[in-house]
């Protein structure tokens, strides 16, 4: 045992006192401005108050309401609608990651001018000069924002192949550098209806397919959707399969099924539930209830092979499968029910969507811009650098094995980045929980029609703008429990996937 | 390091005494109160004019200095700056208002009606329809820094250019409409992208109260939108939007926005020709004048048989938490004095606060702009006879009503909504709010159970075809109203 001299004693005392010293501040800090304020929230979440009563002015006293402001979110159809909108422009997430990791790939290669890539590249930087020249000469040219995009685009292509790979990670990351309101005020005036370039360059190309769809058959269009309806069952059909196949090989967990199967059926709901595909959907419903019955009939009879450690067995996995397919049916729903009206549109010509000015355009437009600060954000970084730790071994093990590039990707390089798109997944479902304030303050002041207003936008609006903090503040609790849930539902799930 | 540290450390806490001792307040023999306020350049020339106002009036100190130092603060003026600031006891001790109410019910404001019946600002200096808009509950908190009335600004040149008599004064929404169709078929080649309207936007509220309906009841207790003046109004805005092509879409307004200064591009738009008018105070002089001299009319908002339009006013509050609300006082008086309302009249900021300034020749004829004689007794006019304040009710926030209302009608503009449909859905919405409001402040139900029986006998007295108290009535809407169609008293 030791014994601990006095002088040894004081010095350690000295140096707690010092790191104290230099610690304290910023402790104090974290205390006062951060936890106290979140705890000091929960109270609030709990009680009346509100500014017009409540404050240093007023002497009213605060009572406590228990979970009526909690009750009360359920009720109010704005949060369920702004919930809503949150929501949905989450789902712009996967496509974002995606698009972080295509470009982190793209960018881990060398791009300078050597080899057989020259030639290439030098097409490419021809193909997009003479494509500007050719719009200055067609007439075009009124179009400056046309001409100055091509030539910013040969200009970077002309600096990649001399300055590396190194340039075109400058150039993807430069969104990053800038400053919030400064990129949102850029995609206002690209999303502008009428001058912004996006419009000026699509319109030429749906007056074209105009023509095109009025020399089509209405009847060949209208076809589509019906083998939309189709492909929609066949991968329903497709993905029950795979999950009874996994039930019976002892991967997945009895549990774990009932989850994907719901968001598997969601597709065919919002089918029966939307106007425009209504009058079709009670013939998914009949085959999606038939696939149900037929899977649940063979699952009966053919019993299970192998039993999974947990009920739960499995179910990260499987959800996320799910949760893709989902959305791929999603898509093609809404591919089949464009597609059928098309005729209808292209009757008075096909315009130009109004972006941030229509309801229905506002949301998928925020998506769009998120995807492209997601193409230079950090994410990329972090895929960049995840990327370069993937050992060559196994890159070389997979060519001595004869494996393709595309299974040299799925079969190394995906698995091997499992844990960064985890961290990144969570991050990323976090943080669109919780964002969307600045773009709705800055484009759209939440609207139109409220089709942008996201719960951290309510929050400021029943904040200060009604003084509602105690209601506020319920939004923000429940906002946290549902990024908590998630987050947990994440680590629960999404850790074993990665570890898997 | 530890030395280098220490030295930081008594460097940063030397920086901070010098930071502390440069503040005005302290560098300052006297007192020294600090002014919310927009970063209009002519605040500062305001500020010295007060000054100067206190010298004249006395109020000053042994050494003739003024007793008190009046400083600009331009960079609080958003409005949860100031809840937030105000509520923690640090607000500044002047603050710039639009709607005031909400800072009452947050008990932020200090009540100035006794000092203002002393200091001859009281709500008699002032305009009489802006009255509501600077007291609430018989109280009065604000004095007016100046005030503005919506007119119709006409740029002559452009309905000249295509042969079109520009508009005057009173018309009717008939008026209106084929004055634009006029216009349209004259300026905008078929074909082409439209590049000239009649006006940028109608505000709605102009549109169904011209018909003679208000947001709420007599008593402010109730929404009434869902009455088919409202879904007639919005469906006439709809119609000058897309089939007569009168007003600009949205997306019209977004192709021409520049997002800079106030108005955004309206007024530059008006002055190329791309707008024949557009809804503004007589503070959109200020920049009108940049322009030259331009060929300029007045005329009314068109009106669909009671001819009325907005008044509002940006007015200066004394904040309660002020530790110098005494001398805080000086400049509510200097709002309604002579040197401030001349200068309000030289620039053109609005109409002056105090309207006995409007009866001059300078008001009337200014010197220098021949072009705008005229126009300056039209918005006087307009401010005695048609002028209504904002519509405002205890029992619902006014930021809420126009958010739930701005929500319904954009659903309908959008598609998303029947007219009927947009104006069912607001008044639930306000009438859900109201009830809201009643349980979250049991202290306003006793005023709300007072105002539904003067409701009620307003009814009983309509019913029976005898004219209303004027007093009875508590939405300053219905009480013009009633004055025009002759039933109160």
């Known amino acids: 045992m030791s014994q601990t001299s006095p002088s040894s004693s004081r010095r350690r005392w000295r140096e707690f006192l010092t790191a104290m010293g230099f610690l304290g501040p910023n402790i104090l800090g974290v205390l006062v401005f951060t936890i106290f304020p979140v705890l000091f929230s929960v109270l609030l979440a709990f009680t009346n108050w509100d500014l017009r009563l409540h404050n240093m002015y007023k002497d009213n006293s605060l009572n406590w309401v228990g979970f009526d402001n909690f009750v009360r979110l359920f009720t109010e159809a704005d949060f369920v609608r702004f919930l809503g909108n949150t929501l949905f422009l989450m789902m712009g997430i996967p496509f974002a990651v995606a698009g972080s990791l295509i470009a982190a790939i793209l960018l881990s290669k060398d791009t300078r001018a050597g080899g057989g890539r020259t030639f290439l590249w030098l097409i490419a930087a021809s193909a997009l000069i003479a494509s500007c020249a050719l719009l200055t000469v067609i007439g075009m040219g009124t179009s400056a924002m046309i001409i100055l995009v091509t030539g910013l685009g040969c200009g970077m292509l002309a600096l990649g192949l001399t300055g590396g790979v190194t340039v075109y990670r400058t150039f993807f990351y430069t969104p990053h550098f800038t400053a919030g309101v400064a990129t949102f005020l850029l995609w206002k005036k690209l999303y502008n209806p009428r001058t912004g370039p996006i419009n000026t360059a699509l319109q030429p190309a749906l007056d074209s397919l105009t023509v095109a769809v009025q020399l089509l058959s209405p009847s060949l269009l209208r076809g589509a959707f019906w083998i939309a309806l189709l492909l929609m069952a066949t991968l329903f059909a497709m993905t029950l399969r795979k999950l009874r196949q996994s039930w019976a090989d002892g991967d997945l967990g009895g549990r774990a099924m009932l989850l994907p199967i719901i968001l598997l059926t969601i597709p065919t709901l919002v089918t029966w539930n939307w106007e425009r595909t209504r009058a079709a959907s009670w013939l998914l419903i009949v085959a999606v209830a038939a696939i149900l019955l037929w899977q649940g009939a063979l699952k009966a009879i053919r019993g299970r092979q192998h039993h999974p450690p947990t009920p739960t067995y499995g179910g990260g996995t499987a959800l996320i499968n799910a949760l893709m397919i989902m959305v791929l049916q999603l898509v093609i729903l809404g591919l089949g029910a464009t597609l059928h009206a098309l005729p209808a549109m292209a009757a008075d010509g096909l315009a130009a969507p109004q972006w941030l000015h229509d309801p229905h355009w506002a949301k998928p437009s925020l998506m769009i811009m998120g995807f492209w600060g997601a193409l230079g954000s950090n994410n990329m970084l972090l895929y960049l650098a995840a990327l370069t730790n993937v050992p060559q071994e196994l890159y070389e093990a997979a060519d001595i094995d004869g494996a393709s590039p595309r299974q040299r990707f799925w079969h190394v390089t995906w698995p091997q980045l499992a844990p960064t798109t985890f961290f990144i997944g969570v991050m990323s479902t976090i943080g669109g929980l919780q964002g969307g304030f600045e773009m709705a303050r800055t484009m759209t002041k939440g609207g139109p029609d409220g089709a942008t207003t996201t719960l951290s936008y309510f929050i400021y609006i029943e904040g200060f703008e009604t003084g509602r903090l105690s209601f506020a503040a319920a939004v923000a609790w429940a906002l946290f429990v549902l990024v908590f849930s998630i987050t947990l539902f994440n680590w629960k799930f999404g850790n074993k996937y990665v570890n898997d | ?489």
Not at chain 2, 193 to 210: C, D, E, G, H, I
Not at chain 2, 314 to 330: D, F, H, M, T
Not at chain 2, 441 to 453: G, I
């Open chain 2, 1 to 489: 390091m530890k030395v280098v540290l220490l030295c930081s450390f008594v460097l940063l806490l030397l920086s901070s005494v010098a930071l502390y001792l440069s503040f005005p307040d302290v560098a300052s023999e006297v007192p020294v109160i600090y002014w919310v306020t927009d970063p209009n350049p002519a605040r500062q020339q305001q500020v010295q004019l007060f000054h100067a106002w206190m010298t004249a009036e006395g109020h000053t100190t042994a050494d003739g200095k003024p007793v008190v130092q009046l400083r600009l603060d331009t960079a609080n003026q958003d409005v949860s700056k100031k809840i937030i600031q105000g509520v923690s006891g640090v607000g500044s001790d002047i603050m710039d208002m639009g709607p005031l109410h909400y800072f009452v019910d947050i008990g932020l404001l200090q009540d100035v009606t006794e000092w203002g019946q002393e200091g001859s600002f009281g709500p008699e200096q002032t305009h009489p329809a802006i009255v509501p808009a600077i007291t609430d509950r018989g109280r009065q908190y604000a004095f007016p820094c100046n005030v503005f009335t919506n007119m119709f600004w006409v740029n002559n040149a452009t309905f000249r250019k295509y042969g079109i008599e520009p508009p005057t004064g009173r018309w009717t929404f008939e008026e209106f409409e084929h004055t634009g169709k006029q216009l349209d078929a004259a300026a905008n080649p078929p074909g082409q992208r439209r590049m000239v309207f009649l006006a940028p936007y109608v505000p709605t509220q102009l549109l169904y109260q011209s018909m003679g309906l208000s947001a709420l009841n007599e008593s402010l207790t109730r929404c009434t939108i869902d009455d088919p003046r409202y879904a007639a109004a919005l469906e006439l805005k709809h119609k000058w939007m897309f089939e007569d092509h009168i007003l600009p879409t949205a997306a019209d307004q977004a192709s021409f926005d520049t997002e800079s200064g106030y108005a955004g591009s309206v007024l530059q738009l008006f002055n190329q020709g791309n707008y024949g008018m557009f809804p503004m105070g007589r503070f959109a002089l200020i920049q009108l004048r940049k322009f030259g001299s331009l060929d300029l009319g007045l005329a009314e908002p068109p009106h669909g048989g009671f001819p009325n339009t907005q008044i509002f006013t940006r007015c200066a509050s004394i904040y309660v938490g002020s530790e110098n609300k005494e001398l805080a006082r000086y400049f509510l008086a200097y709002l309604a004095g002579e040197p401030y309302n001349m200068q309000i009249i030289r620039d053109a900021d609005g109409l002056p606060p105090n309207p006995l300034f409007m009866e001059r020749e300078e008001f009337s004829r200014p010197a220098e702009f021949p072009n705008e004689w005229g126009i300056h007794d039209a918005f006087a006019e307009a401010a005695r006879s048609i002028a209504i304040p904002q519509i405002r009710s205890e029992f619902v926030l006014t930021a809420v009503l126009e958010r739930h209302l701005t929500d319904c009608e954009n659903g309908f503009i959008n598609g998303r909504l029947t007219a009927t449909e947009a104006s069912r859905l607001a008044t639930r919405r306000i009438d859900e709010e109201i009830a809201r409001s009643l349980i979250e402040n049991p202290h306003l139900k006793p005023l709300y159970r007072q105002r539904l029986a003067q409701q009620a006998e307003i009814e009983r007295l309509r019913a029976a075809g005898e004219t209303v108290p004027s007093d009875l009535i508590a939405n300053p809407f219905y009480r013009k109203y009633y004055t025009f169609k002759g039933w109160s008293r």
